[in-house]
Nanobody, 126 residues
Framework: QVDLVESGGGSVQAGESLRLSCAAS????????MTWFRQVPGKEREGVAG????????YYADSVKGRFTISQDNAKTAVYLQMNDLRPEDTGMYYC???????????????????WGQGTQVTVSS
């Protein structure tokens, strides 16, 4: 069983930064890929940034490239999302997801994940 707990959300002004954390427990083979998603009411959930735990390969949505960075700790028990130059359109509930993945890193944002956290709210005002 994989458990995920997000933290680090908050309310900021446009141009500011936030760092989200996702604490993960459970066998690594069950969570060899992890991805941050965000959702706004009335819109589809969007994959933002994904990472393969073993090799560290990452992939980003075009909307966040150059502003967001996904990383992990050395113990492979946490994944982070550093969000810089935040914009009002980045507002949403951010979820961490994990699964056993294989394939191209580009597929991480569209993979059907089995494990999800409870989410953390990010609000960016102009």
């Amino acid at each position: 069983q994989v458990d995920l707990v997000e933290s680090g959300g908050g309310s900021v002004q446009a141009g500011e930064s936030l760092r989200l954390s996702c604490a993960a427990s459970g066998p690594i083979w069950m969570r060899n890929c992890m991805t941050w998603f965000r959702q706004v009411p009335g819109k589809e959930r969007e994959g933002v940034a994904g990472i393969y735990i073993a090799g560290g390969a990452t992939y980003y949505a075009d909307s966040v490239k150059g502003r967001f960075t996904i990383s992990q700790d050395n113990a492979k028990t946490a994944v982070y999302l550093q969000m810089n130059d935040l914009r009002p359109e980045d507002t949403g509930m951010y979820y961490c997801a994990a699964d056993q993945c294989k394939g191209w890193v580009e597929d991480l944002l569209t993979h059907e994940y089995k494990s999800w956290g409870q989410g953390t709210q990010v609000t960016v005002s102009s």
